[in-house]
């Protein structure tokens, strides 16, 4: 920020107090084993101002969502093939 101000400040020490009233807040997970699945998907040239296809992927921690995610692909692709391999390649650094 250029030029902060009291006000922002003041949001700012907000943060600390706020986390401290939530650190027991969490994903709770039961003993029963589940499997992290993940699906991606993109649609492309999907923005038809600029071409741009948009990226989504999913996981699933047996049925709870842990990650989600979509949005517009930084790139233009010049193939549907190569926006999926895009998507691939986000959704495979999110599983890592």
């Given at each position: 920020?250029?030029?902060?101000?009291?006000?922002?400040?003041?949001?700012?020490?907000?943060?600390?107090?706020?986390?401290?009233?939530?650190?027991?807040?969490g994903?709770?997970?039961k003993?029963?084993?589940?499997?992290?699945?993940?699906?991606?998907?993109?649609?492309?040239a999907?923005?038809?101002d600029?071409?741009?296809?948009?990226?989504?992927?999913?996981?699933?921690?047996?049925?709870?969502?842990?990650?989600?995610?979509?949005?517009?692909?930084?790139?233009?692709?010049?193939?549907?093939?190569?926006?999926?391999?895009?998507?691939?390649?986000?959704?495979?650094?999110?599983?890592i």
């Amino acid at each position: 920020m250029e030029s902060p101000t009291k006000l922002h400040l003041l949001a700012a020490n907000r943060i600390p107090h706020y986390l401290q009233g939530t650190k027991d807040f969490g994903l709770f997970y039961k003993g029963e084993k589940a499997d992290l699945i993940g699906f991606a998907d993109s649609d492309y040239a999907g923005d038809q101002d600029d071409k741009k296809s948009t990226s989504g992927y999913i996981y699933l921690l047996g049925t709870t969502v842990v990650s989600l995610l979509s949005r517009k692909q930084n790139i233009v692709t010049i193939s549907s093939t190569k926006a999926e391999f895009v998507v691939a390649t986000t959704c495979a650094c999110q599983a890592i």
